[in-house]
Structures are given as C-alpha cells and as structure tokens.
C-alpha cells in the first residue's frame, strides 16, 4: 500500500464514527461488589461540554457464584497466584465480550451499529500513594528499578479484563484501561466520575453534588455558573464496601448486601467501635483523595473492633455501625467542600441509593439537601457508571480530552486503550 492510499477498514470505521455528530457506545462496569457485569448502551452526541447522553438500554448480567468466587480470589488482596491472574485477565474478556453479545441480541441491536465498546474491567488492586506501601521483596525477588523514586511513591492501579480479548470476540473495536492515562498526567487513578459529572451535569446555575454510593463513596462538587469556585472531587471513604462484607459474614442467606437497610435498621450503633473507624485518617485528609477496599478492609474493621472492645458485637448492631460510618464521613466531606447544604441539590447514583436507612442518615445528616433523582435528568443512576465509561470513550474518540488531574486546567489527555478487532 503507497503512502497516499486509503486507510485500512478497521481505521475508517473508526475515523468515520469520530466525524460523526453521534456515536453509539457500549459502556461497562464490574465493581467491587462482583455482582455482576453492567452494560449500557448509550447513544452519544457531541463532545466536551456539549456532550449529550441517551441511555437506549442497559441492564446488569450477574456473575454466577463460580465466577464470583474466580474474582474474590484476586480483587483486592495482598498476595495473589500470578498464574491466577495472568489467566484471569484473558478469561474475564472474553467472558465480558460474551455478556455483551448476549445483551445486544436480547435488545435486537445488530453488533455492527455499535461503534465501540467503552470497559472499565475489574480492580484488583487499587494503591494510591498515600494509602498502601509497597511490599518488601520476598523469596530473593530483587526490588523493582528505581524511576526517579521508589514504587511506594507512585500511585498505582490494575484494572483485569483484556480489550484484545473482548474486542475479538464482539467485534468491535473497544476502549479499555482507563485509569492509567489520569495516573499519567498526575491524577490518584480514581474517582473517574468527576470528569464526566462536568460534563453532563455542569453549566448550570444550581450547585450541585453528584454523589456515587457503590463500594467506597464519591463525590463531585459543581458550585454552578455563577460562581467562580473551582470544583471539588474525590472519594470519602467507604460506602457499601464494609457493609456488604459484615452482611456475607454475619447474613449469608441476605445474597450479600443489606437489602433496603433493614438488617442495620434493627441494629444499634455502637459508639465505640464509630469512634474507633472515624478516626482514621485518611478521613481527616482534604480532597481530592482517591481510596479503595485495599485499605477499608475487613482487617481495619477487625482492629477497630478488637480496640473498642466489641469483638463480640451481633451482625446487627455490626452492620448498623458501619452504615452510620458511611453516613457521617459522607456528610462530613460534602460539609466541609460546600458549608451550608440548605437548598444543595444532591444526586446520587450507585447500589447505596436504594438502602433506606442509609438515606434516611444522610437526609438527617444534611438538613436543607435537595434531593434530585438522577433519571430524571435521562441517566439511570444505576447503569451511571457504565455510562461513565462511554462518555469517557466518546471523548478519547471525538473529543479534546480532559484537564488531568480534574478542575487542574492542565493539558487535556484522553483516556483508554484502543484494542481493535482485526
């Protein structure tokens, strides 16, 4: 082929859906819950601040307990089979793009009218630097190289479910690894939803907070257009994360969440282990901060209980405790970014919404908030984070990208990794 000669068909496709005023984008999401795969097909017009979404359809394809268990195995903790997850990588795409085929076809949606498929693939270990040291080399391993400091200085994370692999098997060109680009150009890795909560819900009179309650809580500050305050990102701690480990310990038969907040509904807070899981730190710090089960872990809650004295606390009263921990460090750092909440709109998107207790907490908690549903606005808060990863597609394939770290007004860089099918 001569040097002036048409592209390739792969990249023609893609130049094409690029000059388009709209794209069609398959989104993805498998969070620290492991409850399944969600999926979300978004039609997307635009880019950049004139980004707009229309969510066709979405739905969650649940992991069945052998494949919950291959995942529980790897994600999050300290010492993993390489092997394990060298073979988990590989399988976990295919499996995704097989989930993805499926779901297409029971929508009667041809693969061939999609343009890309946007996945976020599954944490299995998450470590700003701030938060987890690295370990010491064991078994004579020598130290990893040094690149201008040493590992521990760096924020890290690993994202598994190989886009080779899943755009091979959709056939679709497909976007992945996201969270590299953003630790590339100075950011912590995570909360990605900052970027796109801009984009889709900024621009507008009303200050707003958009606040994710999946395994660990996040939020986004949008102080609307007639201020000239910078917005405010970042996680807060935990949200469901504690929570749904103390109900697969003390509740197996509740399928591993609290369902609606009943089970800490019929608790007691227990105000001395409170104390003692407040007092952490991390929460003390300012945002943005990025954090992950790596370190609100079942260990941290084991310490915390042995401290207050309560190693004999029920499940009830356990799971009350830590939902009330949620409560209080959400509010605190919503508190501290916006002062009065009086007439504050909230949304909020995740599994946490539809746990009435802690609602009801965080209402009690934030007197005056404006509760706003986020459907309401054409983003079912529950498919908000696969559509989170289309619009970060939409945006590495027809836009300018993002100011990295969010609000820095740095140079903008696109995120994902372009895997092609052929």
């Given at each position: 082929m001569s040097m002036h000669s048409s592209p390739p068909a792969r990249w023609a496709r893609l130049m094409a859906a690029a000059g388009r005023p709209e794209r069609r984008i398959v989104g993805l999401m498998s969070g620290t819950s492991l409850d399944g795969l969600d999926i979300a097909l978004c039609r997307i017009a635009g880019h950049g601040p004139a980004t707009r979404v229309t969510v066709e359809q979405w739905l969650t394809t649940p992991y069945t307990p052998a494949q919950r268990e291959y995942l529980r195995g790897v994600v999050s903790v300290d010492t993993v089979s390489l092997a394990a997850l060298t073979r988990l990588h590989g399988w976990l795409g295919e499996l995704h793009g097989r989930m993805v085929l499926a779901a297409l076809d029971g929508w009667g949606v041809r693969p061939e009218t999609v343009d890309a498929v946007a996945s976020h693939g599954q944490t299995v270990f998450h470590a700003p630097a701030a938060q987890v040291a690295a370990p010491a080399p064991q078994g004579g391993a020598p130290a990893a190289p040094d690149a201008g400091g040493e590992p521990a200085s760096r924020h890290a994370t690993l994202q598994i479910g190989d886009g080779d692999r899943l755009a091979v098997v959709t056939g679709l060109a497909t976007f992945s690894d996201f969270r590299q680009k953003e630790i590339a150009g100075g950011g912590q890795g995570a909360p990605l939803a900052p970027y796109v909560d801009a984009l889709l819900f900024g621009g507008v009179p009303q200050a707003r907070v958009l606040l994710n309650l999946g395994g660990i809580a996040n939020i986004t500050w949008l102080p609307g257009s007639a201020s000239h305050a910078a917005p405010v990102a970042g996680d807060t701690g935990p949200a469901n994360t504690l929570i749904d480990w103390a109900v697969r310990r003390h509740f197996p038969q509740a399928q591993g969440f609290d369902p609606e907040g009943r089970l800490a509904a019929e608790g007691r807070v227990h105000a001395g282990l409170l104390t003692a899981l407040a007092a952490h730190p991390f929460f003390a710090q300012p945002l943005p901060k990025s954090t992950g089960p790596e370190l609100f872990s079942?260990?941290?809650?084991?310490?915390?209980?042995?401290?207050?004295?309560?190693?004999?606390?029920?499940?009830?009263?356990?799971?009350?405790?830590?939902?009330r921990l949620t409560v209080d460090t959400v509010a605190q750092a919503i508190r501290r970014v916006v002062g009065d909440t009086a007439a504050l709109e909230l949304l909020v998107s995740g599994g946490g919404l539809h746990n009435r207790t802690l609602r009801e907490g965080l209402e009690q908690a934030l007197p005056g908030i404006r509760w706003r549903e986020l459907a309401a606005l054409g983003i079912p808060p529950d498919a908000k984070e696969a559509v989170l990863f289309a619009v970060l597609a939409n945006e590495a394939l027809a836009g300018a990208g993002f100011a990295v770290p969010f609000g820095s007004g740095g140079r903008p860089l696109g995120f994902g990794k372009l895997s092609l099918p052929d």
């Open positions: 079942p260990a941290l809650v084991e310490r915390a209980l042995f401290d207050a004295g309560a190693a004999g606390l029920s499940g009830h009263d356990l799971v009350a405790t830590l939902t």
